[in-house]
């Protein structure tokens, strides 16, 4: 696996962790279909979150959450409303959230959620 992959599962694993330890519950992971992929599908109360994760070694090109681009909230709000037309669920809304993990020099990780970007 080339450790940008191996980077991004990590982030992605952290992530998942780290919402379950906020009242999360993870209800998917890397879900696709023709439209793309979200990293993962959770449940925040009657909420459903379709979580964007951005994992990075450097600020050198700004934060992981900065990375996240406008037209890239709006394709994940149309997968959100995919995934819940698909598996025929009701919730009360739908909103999208960003988790960036920062790997530091030291090896620690930095996780930060920022809920309803899109």
Known sequence: MHPKDALGRQGEELAAQFLEQAGFLILDRNYR???GELDIVA??????????VKTRTSLAFGTPI???????????RRLAVRWVLTHRLLFD?????VVGVLKTESGEFKVEHVRGVG
Do not use: N
Request: net charge positive.
């Open 33 to 35: 279909c023709a439209g």
């Open 66 to 76: 900065e990375a996240v681009t406008a037209q890239k909230l709006r394709r994940l």
């Open 93 to 97: 809304a739908v909103r999208v959230d």
């Open 43 to 52: 449940a925040d109360q009657r909420v459903l979150v379709a979580c964007e």
